[in-house]
């Protein structure tokens, strides 16, 4: 017995571009010039979606950007880049205004902090809804890191900067 495969015809139909319209003029596709009249091309489409969308420069403020800063470090760590995570949680940025200064411990950190910042910047302007957010990096070598490793770390850190939740846990009985 012999098997032939039965071919089939599989038609996906793609949405069509839009055709930039003719100036009439026939350009190879390989010249300098078609080149630069890619460009002009691309940078009058960017102009104008520029213009015509006004991005939202809504108020924020610096808890609601500390939480959205940790939940992208803790982001980072679940994918592995554990890296990037601990300079982001090395300390807590300060918010002046819509930048967010934050302090690291050396010029290393600061490069390889830089390489992810364009990613960091795009998630705090999309979840912020603020897109006049920038973030200036501050280098200094003295700082001391405050980074808490262990459970009694961790509360203890948290009891310095609240004294309440001492009696907190004191008022449920609660195991560190």
Known sequence: MITVPIATEIVI???????????????????????????????SQKATVRDSVHLPTEAFTETDMLLQWNKYAQRL????????????????????????????????SKIDFESEKLDLVGYLRGKLHNHDIMIDLI??????????????????????????????????????
């Open 77 to 108: 760590g679940d994918k592995g880049r554990k890296i990037m995570e601990s300079l982001m949680l090395v300390n807590d940025p300060k918010l002046q205004g819509t930048t967010i200064v934050h302090e690291l411990p050396n010029e290393g």
């Open 139 to 176: 280098v200094n070598e003295g700082m001391d890191s405050r980074r808490a490793f262990t459970p009694q770390d961790r509360f203890n850190r948290l009891n310095e900067m609240n004294p309440n939740l001492e009696i907190l846990r004191k008022t449920f009985d609660l195991d560190i």
């Open 13 to 43: 139909e793609t949405p069509k571009a839009e055709t930039p319209v003719n100036t009439g003029t026939k350009v190879s596709a390989l010249s300098l010039s078609s080149i630069r009249a890619k460009r002009e091309l691309e940078k």
